[in-house]
């Protein structure tokens, strides 16, 4: 798995995420995680996330609905082997941190 597909989140998905379910908000974790991430996961593709376009943040609850939960179903070797974040700017590093402690919640929620 050589491939890496840059994704702009901002321009992509969008520049204000919503909450966790579909069913409270457009743009959702679980719409991400569903439509956008699993595509990645089951084509074996890594996903290099840049989120400097985004005017709010990924809240809590959407990190741990989309990347918390495929987490969980892939384990965490898979994840960090497919999933990958633009560090680069300060935006980029924060979500990044917010996300990996959302996935190791999720991890230990789940015993695994």
């Known amino acids: 798995m050589d491939e890496v597909e840059e994704y702009d989140f901002a321009k992509e998905f ?6 966790r379910f ?3 908000s457009d743009f959702s974790g679980e719409e991400f995680r569903e439509d956008v991430l699993e ?4 084509k ?3 996903i290099k996330i840049n989120v400097d376009g985004v005017e709010s943040s990924l809240g809590a609850s959407f990190l741990s609905e989309a990347f918390g939960n495929i987490a969980v179903k892939y384990g965490l070797e898979k994840f960090n082997d497919v999933v990958q974040f633009d560090r680069s700017s300060p935006k980029g590093k924060i979500t990044y941190e ?3 402690a959302r996935v190791e919640e999720a991890l230990e929620r789940h015993g695994k």
């Open 22 to 24: 579909r069913n409270l």
């Open 98 to 100: 917010e996300m990996m």
């Open 14 to 19: 969008s520049k204000n995420p919503g909450l």
């Open 39 to 42: 595509d990645f996961f089951q």
């Open 44 to 46: 074996n593709i890594k």
